[in-house]
């Protein structure tokens, strides 16, 4: 069992016992989604795939904020940033612009291909350093801006 799974474990049975329902909920949103994963893929989670999978539930739920906020509904929209903020604690800490853009510019100094051809191998490069630790939307912008540019 992975790492982040524990902490995932751990941090449910400290919620329990804080009664933190919110947080609580979360939680076992995350848990469910683990398990959903090893039943449907017959695997166990490792930190790297828990990562993508935190990943996920995040931008699911900056979506799903981002229209609840467009039809109105404010209420809807903060819960779905409480449980992004949930969902991030166990992500690993956020890089900075300054950061992404070095990656990109080393990823970008191995690779062959030029203009708009590069971006699939680019991006291919750079997503396993960068799971969990930037958008992946965000980053998809920059290395378009740079690869235009």
Do not use: C, H, W
């Not at 980053?139 to 740079?146: C, D, G, Q």
């Amino acid at each position: 069992m992975s790492d982040l799974v524990t902490t995932v474990k751990a941090e449910m049975k400290a919620a329990m016992k804080a009664r933190d329902k919110a947080r609580l909920a979360t939680i076992r949103l995350i848990q469910a989604e683990f398990k959903r994963v090893e039943v449907d893929e017959r695997i166990d989670i490792d930190d790297a795939r828990a990562l993508s999978i935190l990943d996920k539930m995040v931008k699911q739920r900056r979506d799903s904020a981002s229209q609840y906020r467009d039809a109105g509904r404010e209420e809807l929209a903060a819960q779905e940033d409480s449980e992004i903020a949930v969902i991030q604690e166990f992500l690993p800490e956020q890089l900075s612009a300054a950061d992404i853009e070095t990656l990109i510019d080393e990823a970008l100094a191995g690779i062959d291909a030029t203009g708009m051809a590069a971006m699939g191998p680019l991006m291919g490069a750079i997503k396993p350093k960068l799971q969990g630790r930037a958008d992946m939307g965000e980053v998809s912008k920059l290395v378009k801006a740079k690869l235009n540019g």
